[in-house]
């Protein structure tokens, strides 16, 4: 088979496209989590910013278009990301038929071991946030491009704003280990930086979970209304 | 010292194992792991009862025969050591231990300790030599190498091919194994010429055989006796991305490509 | 019998280069046709399988282990030797080949000596070209060191791992040749029997160890490369899988068995700590270029080491051999601590004897020390509980290395027609007593750079008659073997096989071991013939035969020890004079020396089997040395 087949069907390739596509996704979630910061310049600020997202790129490109391309680029990558990660367990489950009575962890993080169900929780969290602040369906009181509204609407109820909360712990955690295994997975390795990866994923991550988590932290705490 | 044995015992890959309860009532505390195991099955002989089967030879911690998972940790609780050279000094007076085989797929079970790693041999077979036919060797001394890839290339050389990595990997994977040996030979400048072929091979083969994919839990390297590092496995995927995605020319590490 | 060395004729140096012009050579397309059988997959046989595909024959390749990369080979440390002259400091193929005569206390064919000198040169570049990562300086050339008492530095490493990388490099090639279809390997099989049709060793039959099953492998050729025999003593270095039962049944059809009393103690070992012992660890050779040895001079002195000042420390390898102190070969560095020890001197009146790094560590500092012997140091104390920095080492000889083995020609064929054997299996190239460094140079030697050509000779002469697997022959060796299994399991008596294992291991250490005497040899024989017929009588081997069995495994390689230490006996009582690592205490000299007798003994002797418990028959192949000259080796 050619380099390039084997790339796609062997384990380590399918590592390299959930690799690849991590970090698109990263790319986004810092990039949405700046964004969300103009949240606290008032309703104003950030109903400017989700118009200059549709609008970004005119006159080249029409209303919105912009935003649907990186839209269609999330949609693959999660899409890939799930195909790769799913594939890679079936392969890991199938690999250890019969289990240990018991098989002790010494050097693994519980960040490591929980990226499979901290995936699965992320993904059904984006599909309500979807509903939630962009199709405006879980929404109590929905108004299309009024961002402040919408997070204020939401966060409003105090369960949702805690499961957002514990969403975000769960991603903060699934970047920490992605980043590095990425950094692994990609073969981006040095004796001399090697021991900056660690704290550079938990910088990053604990970095984005806390931009995001400081909209719905102050308005539960009443601070933004 | 007192000590209570839970040994895995299964009389074939067929039949059904089950953990068998021991006692050993008096082992020096300066004996080897498996001097404790030639004790109970000296005992066991003594009852007319079969001994436990479990692969060894050297006793040395160098010939990667031994290995079983011991209080749920490859080759014991102490580090870098095979179970060979584990000492009961590491236990306690009265402790109770339970030993297992390895469990992969990868590696079936032959009969209570021991199992079957062909598999590896298999994917060293594919492509984890060097081309050097006997009699072409140009002088020793002719190719200089660097003493720091050299050292580098023994500290990966050193695997013993015992599996514990795959034992001790959540996922049953190889990679730390296949790492070692790709990064030995591709360290060196005699092994520049196949190294891309190599590694494509060499890890078609490890799927093949089916081990598990890394996830890059590091479990391997704290159970491997010799300390192999998780760096040889970002230098193998690095190895393996630029054999599949930016292939160098034939020739340019490619010699004996499929 | 007439022993015929087939040496070629011509000055040294050109017999080697010589007789390879004189062999016949098989034409590429006939070796396809040619089917060899190799037992042993250690530096011996992995490198003889695969250079032996490499040139086409059809190979098949058995060991016991459940893969040839764990062949005893894989624990040699220290490293291999070979007369690069790299470092110039006057090393020669003539030197090595002089040492190696010298150091073998004139008990080894001067011919294959020479031979092995003159190829040792080529192995490290064979070895260099696998990927064995051998030792290098910073300028990236290869490093060498002085080993074992030699006074060049000729010595190739790989930290203490030399044959873990050698074997490695040869498995891979190996491997190589199995992914090609080159050699059929056939793991956890163990040969229990040799082929012989009208004269020629045509095949062998094995045991599959873990279905159990009995099966024969016909050939045109077969090669032995079994390793060596020390587990005759049960403690000792080697793998605990080591035995004599490849050589040993080969012997009973007829292979004539040479030296067998010709046993190496290795001198720097962990001593045994209790009865529960399995096995013993060797402590790198090397270890002597930096460790000073000592004993307290008081005796019962049971101070702790440090507290013992330099004044009331006895080096006494410095004392007795001040040009070669800690250095001298093993077999008298390791008569020398027995024979402190015997005197009451060992660390605490036990058999013991300190290997200090105290000044090692001052004048090198401890990184140095570290890089040198650091995985040494650790091992040491893994086992031990230890730490050598700060505490010296404790260490006593131990069984090691057999220069004995089945009598070869020049060719590396036994008495029987296609029976070849090489490594440690064969008696040629040591002596009575092997250098440091030298055992992994002649397993490689034989097989990367002997037996392809002389096999080709071999089947290029020999007629060779179709066998099959079905002929009466071989369905009567196999039967037989079938039927000693039977046997062994069929006793059922109360002994574990281990238990006798350590009884007659222990006989042979205090009779047949570091020194012997006429006495103890006659009562040993009458003792192993006794305890033999126990064995016979009252062993209990666990199990079935048709299942993974380790039991039964070590039944049959006892029940071999049983019969070859007697031969073991036999010939150390006849060998009336001390040479090498053979020391009979009434020939030695007033200061306590190795006593050789030229004028009796200069033969190698090599024994026919003439039935279990019967007296083997002696033939001699006299020693001339015409290079080398004799004389009483010192290293005062
Ligand atoms: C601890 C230690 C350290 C050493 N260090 C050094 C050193 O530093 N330098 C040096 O030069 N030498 C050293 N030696 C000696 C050297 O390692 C051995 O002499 C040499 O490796 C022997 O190689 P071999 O291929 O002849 O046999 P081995 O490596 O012993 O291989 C024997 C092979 O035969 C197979 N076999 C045996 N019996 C059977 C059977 N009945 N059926 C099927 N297969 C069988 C085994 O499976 C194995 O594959 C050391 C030895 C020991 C024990
Ligand atoms: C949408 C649902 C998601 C699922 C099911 C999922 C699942 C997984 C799994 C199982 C892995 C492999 C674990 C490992 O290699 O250690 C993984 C890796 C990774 N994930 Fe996700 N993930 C999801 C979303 C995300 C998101 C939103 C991000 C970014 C913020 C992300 C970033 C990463 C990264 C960087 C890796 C590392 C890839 C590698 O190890 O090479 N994932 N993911
Ligand atoms: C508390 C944290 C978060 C807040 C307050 C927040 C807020 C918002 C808001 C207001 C929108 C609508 C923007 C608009 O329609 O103009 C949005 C869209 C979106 N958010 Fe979030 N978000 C948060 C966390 C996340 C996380 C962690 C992810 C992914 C892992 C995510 C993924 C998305 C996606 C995919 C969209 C749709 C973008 C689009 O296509 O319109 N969000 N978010
Ligand atoms: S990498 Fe380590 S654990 Fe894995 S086989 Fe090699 S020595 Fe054993
Ligand atoms: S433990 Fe397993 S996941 Fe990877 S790093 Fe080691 S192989
Ligand atoms: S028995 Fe050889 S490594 Fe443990």
């Known amino acids: 088979m050619s380099s390039t087949q084997s790339l796609t069907r062997s384990l380590i390739g399918r590592k390299v496209l959930m690799a690849v596509t991590g970090v698109v996704l990263l790319l986004f979630v810092l990039a949405h989590m700046a964004g969300n910061l103009h949240f606290f310049e008032g309703p104003k600020a950030i109903a400017d910013y989700a118009l200059f997202l549709r609008t970004v790129g005119a006159p080249v490109l029409g209303y919105g278009q912009a935003l649907w391309i990186v839209r269609i680029v999330l949609i693959v990558s999660v899409l890939v990301h799930i195909w790769a990660a799913w594939s890679v367990t079936r392969a890991s489950r199938a690999a250890r038929p019969v289990g240990y009575k018991q098989l002790e962890k010494v050097e693994t993080t519980y960040a490591a071991r929980t990226m499979r169900w901290g995936g699965v929780i992320i993904f059904a969290f984006v599909v309500f946030h979807l509903l939630d602040l962009t199709f405006g369906s879980a929404n109590p009181s929905y108004v299309h491009l009024d961002p402040y509204h919408n997070m204020v609407a939401s966060f409003g109820r105090w369960p949702v704003a805690v499961s957002y909360l514990i969403a975000m712990g769960v991603l903060c955690l699934h970047m920490y280990h992605g980043i590095y295994s990425g950094f692994q997975t990609l073969g981006l390795n040095h004796p001399r930086y090697n021991r900056f990866r660690r704290g550079l994923a938990g910088a990053y991550a604990i970095i984005v979970a806390a931009g995001f988590a400081a909209v719905p932290v102050s308005i539960l705490a009443g601070w933004m209304r | 010292m007192k000590l209570v044995l839970h040994v895995w015992r299964q009389a074939g890959p067929q039949a059904k194992g089950d953990f068998v309860r021991y006692e050993v009532p008096d082992a020096s505390p300066d004996i080897s792991f498996l001097e404790l195991l030639d004790l109970l099955n000296e005992s066991l002989i003594a009852r007319r009862m079969e001994p436990i089967a479990f692969d060894h030879d050297c006793r040395e911690g160098i010939c990667g025969s031994c290995g079983v998972v011991i209080n749920g940790r490859p080759h014991g609780p102490q580090r870098h050591t095979t179970a060979c050279q584990l000492h009961l000094r590491s236990f306690q007076d009265g402790q109770e231990i339970w030993v297992e085989p390895w469990r992969a797929k990868a590696f079936p079970l032959v009969k209570d300790l021991v199992v079957d790693r062909s598999a590896f041999d298999r994917v060293i077979q594919s492509g984890g030599f060097i081309t050097a036919r006997t009699g072409s060797a140009p002088d020793a001394n002719a190719v200089l190498v660097p003493k720091r890839d050299s050292d580098l290339a023994m500290d990966a050389a050193q695997c013993i091919g015992c599996g514990a990595c795959v034992a001790a990997c959540p996922n049953a994977s190889a990679t730390l194994f296949v790492a070692a040996k790709v990064s030995h030979l591709g360290l060196l400048p005699q092994g520049q010429p196949e190294r891309y072929s190599r590694v494509v091979k060499m890890v078609e083969t490890m799927d093949a055989e089916g081990f598990g994919a890394c996830t890059n839990h590091g479990e391997c390297m704290a159970a491997c006796p010799k300390g192999i590092s998780v760096d040889f496995i970002a230098r193998l995927n690095r190895d393996y991305l630029k054999a599949t995605l930016a292939p160098p020319p034939e020739g340019a590490g490619w010699s004996g490509a499929a | ?636």
């Not at chain 3, 070895?127 to 080993?147: D, I, K, M, T």
């Not at chain 3, 307290?296 to 420390?313: F, M, T």
């Open chain 3, 1 to 636: 019998m007439e022993l015929k060395s087939a040496v070629p004729e011509g000055p040294i140096a050109e017999k080697w280069e010589r007789h390879r012009f004189e062999m016949k050579l098989v034409n590429p397309a006939n070796k396809r046709k040619h089917s060899i059988i190799v037992v042993g997959s250690g530096l011996a046989g992995a490198s003889a399988a695969a250079s032996m595909a490499e040139l086409g024959y059809q190979v098949s390749c058995f060991c016991f282990q459940d893969s040839p990369r764990r062949a005893h080979s894989i624990a040699a440390q220290g490293g291999i030797n070979a007369a690069k002259n790299y470092p110039n400091d006057g090393d020669s193929v003539y030197r090595l080949f002089y040492d190696t005569v010298k150091g073998g206390d004139f008990r080894s064919r001067e011919a294959n000596v020479y031979r092995l000198a003159q190829i040792s040169v080529q192995i490290i570049d064979q070895c260099a070209a696998q990927g064995v990562p051998f030792a290098r300086e910073y300028g990236g050339l290869l490093a060498n060191r002085s080993f074992g008492g030699a006074q060049v530095s000729r010595t190739f490493y790989a930290r203490g791992q030399t044959g873990q990388q050698l074997l490695l490099g040869a498995y891979q090639a190996l491997s190589r040749q199995i992914g090609l279809g080159g050699v059929k390997m056939h793991p956890r099989t163990e040969m229990l029997d040799i082929i012989v049709v009208n004269g020629q060793a045509r095949g062998i039959v094995v045991r599959d160890l873990v279905s159990g099953q009995i099966s024969s492998h016909v050939a045109d050729a077969v090669v032995l490369a079994t390793g060596g025999y020390s587990n005759v003593y049960f403690l000792s270095t080697n793998a605990k899988g080591c035995n004599v039962t490849a050589t040993w049944r080969a012997h009973k059809r007829g292979a004539l068995f040479a030296n067998p009393c010709y046993t190496q103690i290795h001198p720097t070992c962990i001593p045994v700590h209790g009865d529960h012992q399995s096995k013993l660890t060797l402590m790198s050779e090397s270890l002597r270029n930096d460790g000073r040895v000592w004993v307290p001079k008081a005796k019962g002195d049971s101070r702790s080491p440090a507290q013992i000042p330099d004044a009331e420390r006895d080096y006494y390898l410095e004392r007795m051999y001040p040009s070669f102190g800690n250095l001298v070969p093993r077999d008298v560095a390791s008569r020398r601590a027995k024979d402190m020890c015997d005197d009451g001197l060992g660390i605490g009146g036990g058999h013991q004897v300190y290997l200090d790094f105290r000044d090692a560590v001052k004048r090198l500092g401890p990184t140095v020390v570290a890089e040198r012997y650091g995985n040494l140091f650790e091992m040491y104390q893994r086992i031990t509980g230890e730490d050598p920095y700060q505490v010296p080492m404790r260490i006593y000889p131990a069984p090691h290395y057999t220069m004995g083995g089945l009598w070869v020609d020049y060719n590396l064929m036994s008495t029987i027609p296609g029976l070849h054997v090489i490594g440690e299996a064969n008696f040629s190239d040591h002596g009575a007593n092997r250098l440091g460094a030298s055992a992994l140079m002649q397993g490689l030697a034989d097989g990367y750079f002997v037996i392809p050509y002389t096999i080709g000779n071999y089947v290029a002469q020999a007629k060779l008659p179709p066998v099959s697997t079905s002929d009466p022959e071989v369905k009567k060796v196999e039967a037989e073997v079938t039927e000693k299994i039977k046997k062994l399991l069929a006793i059922n008596g109360t002994k574990s096989v281990d238990a006798f294992h350590r009884e007659l291991g222990r006989l042979m250490w205090d009779q047949c071991g570091m020194s012997r005497n006429r006495a103890g040899l006659e009562s040993a024989i009458d003792k192993v013939r006794a305890m033999r017929e126990r064995f016979w009588k009252d062993v209990f081997v666990a199990g079935a035969g048709e299942d993974l069995n380790q039991s039964l495994e070590k039944a049959g390689r006892v029940a071999d020890f049983f019969e070859f230490a007697e031969l073991m006996c036999e010939d150390a009582l006849h060998r009336e004079e001390s040479c090498g690592a053979h020391f009979r205490e009434e020939y030695q000299t007033p200061d306590g020396e190795a006593k050789r007798d030229d004028a009796r003994f200069s033969f190698v002797s090599a024994w026919e089997f003439a039935g279990v418990g019967a007296a083997p028959k002696l033939s001699k192949e006299p020693l001339e040395f015409d290079y080398v000259h004799l004389a009483q080796r010192s290293y005062k």
